[in-house]
């Protein structure tokens, strides 16, 4: 009943017009490939670090190569990062660093289809985005929280979602440590002075915010396999028979769901990671990061949903990512919905109905405080508004009146094809419309202006009366 009720009150409403934000992109350098060496210690929270960006040139005659770094400084309270230099080919290249920019001059004008390789070492202490002290057990902990533009505190990248790229971690640590990060483990091996060096390579292309490290004194289980792709389980030691025992389900249950009706999964593996860095879940790519409350012991209903939301994220969000931080929702307001489709699956139609009704309710809340916003918003030279509720709960309304509006088959059809062309690349709100009206032969230009280009949110009025003469119920 929702279903039409929804449907039938679109209205055809002004343009409005939506800009990208306001990231300096440069759509003429491809990064293809970062490798983040870093040297972590005890001693302080200071690290060392050396990158290598490789970098494809689209065009002829670029002469410099822009990325984004924090620069420590006396406003920051000595935060920031301090560049030793920049190399290419072994040549020492002149840059500038300011206005938490790095500048590199290329020692000669680009060429088309053309790579080049670029090494910038740096140190300093980061304060943010490395998140470097004691866990609920006290012991010295390292955790990214690169969400959404943090890693420029620590790591030279090119730090927006439109510039995807693989990457690899390479960490010198104290030996008394293990490291979790995204991908596959190429390397451990132990150095002189009780260090330890580890590895790991992600060989699929991901947007910056879901490179992760974790560096911890971890008990660590091989869960399982999907596919032949590795699920495991990352707790603090102390944690280790609680954490099992949460993590062990519904990861894999859930990969299948979502390869099934999706499309295929496109990573190496699926680490969850009890960590320092965040509160409730992140979807960083291959290791999904989880508030040290997560772990209870219970399979607590709570952190059993985060699951399957980070999950999700692994189709929308880190293989199908956002071009601009204005369409948030595709990853999002996906991964939401894309949760209470599982639930329902899994735990049934009546739960996955609460889910929908906890949903509106919290639509509505945000709605009587913020009449105007918009899912598709244009606010984001304020990073810390790059969500709301509305980019998750109207988001997942919106696909699910959708889904409504087009019925079952074309939503799937469309849902498939999206992913199948966008897979691991980045796509727009209007890249979904036009698979959506592909696959359900209809125009939907009224149906996302309504409710992802405008505020507002649906008022249902009406009246009805009985004709007892004719024993007929009217209702309007």
């Not at 999964?265 to 409730?280: I, P, T």
């Not at 989880?290 to 985060?306: C, F, I, K």
Request: hydrophobic share 40%; net charge negative.
């Amino acid at each position: 009943m929702l279903r039409s009720v929804c449907a039938a009150t679109i209205a055809l409403m002004g343009t409005v017009p939506i800009r990208t934000d306001d990231y300096p992109k440069n759509p003429n350098i491809d990064i293809l490939n970062y490798s983040f060496h870093l040297r972590l210690t005890d001693e302080n929270d200071e690290i060392e670090g050396e990158t290598t960006i490789t970098a494809r040139f689209l065009t002829d005659g670029i002469t410099e190569l822009r990325l984004d770094l924090i620069k420590a400084s006396a406003a920051r309270n000595g935060f920031g990062m301090m560049v030793a230099g920049v190399l290419s080919d072994g040549t020492p290249l002149a840059f500038r660093h300011a206005d938490d920019a790095l500048l590199i001059t290329l020692h000669s004008a680009s060429r088309a289809k053309e790579r080049r390789a670029f090494t910038v070492s740096y140190r300093g202490k980061p304060e943010t985005g490395l998140v470097i002290g004691p866990n609920m057990h006290g012991d010295r902990t390292f955790f990214s929280d690169n969400w959404p533009n943090r890693a420029r505190h620590w790591l030279p990248t090119v730090d927006h979602p439109y510039d995807k790229a693989t990457s690899e971690f390479i960490i010198t640590a104290p030996n008394h440590y293990q490291v979790i990060s995204n991908g596959l483990l190429i390397e451990e091996t132990d150095l002189a002075g009780d260090l330890r060096r580890t590895h790991w390579r992600h060989s699929v292309p991901i947007a910056t915010w879901l490179n992760a490290i974790g560096v911890a004194r971890f008990a660590v289980q091989h869960v399982d396999t999907y596919q032949g792709r590795p699920i495991q389980t990352w707790v603090y030691a102390q944690d280790r028979d609680a954490g099992f025992y949460d993590f062990a389900v519904p990861s894999k249950d859930v990969l299948e769901f979502y390869g099934d009706r999706i499309g295929p999964f496109s990573y190496e593996k699926l680490a969850n990671v009890q960590s320092n860095s965040v509160r409730g879940g992140m979807e960083s790519s291959t290791a999904i990061f989880y508030g040290a409350s997560s772990v209870t012991g219970e399979r607590s209903v709570r952190w059993r949903n985060v699951i399957i939301h980070e999950v999700a994220h692994h189709w929308f969000g880190n293989s199908v990512t956002e071009y601009d931080w204005d369409d948030v929702w595709l990853s999002e307001g996906f991964a939401t919905y894309f949760t209470l489709l599982y639930i329902e699956h899994a735990y049934g139609r009546d739960e996955f109905v609460e889910g929908l009704k906890s949903s509106r309710d919290r639509v509505f809340a945000f709605y009587r405080e913020n009449r105007g916003y918009r899912i598709v918003h244009d606010n984001l030279t304020d990073m810390r508004r790059v969500t709301s509720s509305q980019t998750y709960q109207k988001g997942a309304w919106t696909l699910h009146m959708l889904r409504g509006l087009i019925g079952d088959d074309a939503f799937w059809r469309g849902i498939r094809a999206y992913y199948a062309e966008y897979r691991d690349a980045n796509a727009t709100t209007d890249d979904l419309r036009r698979h959506m009206e592909e696959a359900s032969g209809r125009d939907l230009a009224r149906f996302f202006q309504q409710w992802l280009y405008q505020g507002g949110a649906l008022i249902v009025d009406g009246d009805w009366h009985y004709d007892a003469s004719r024993r007929v119920l009217h209702v309007r």
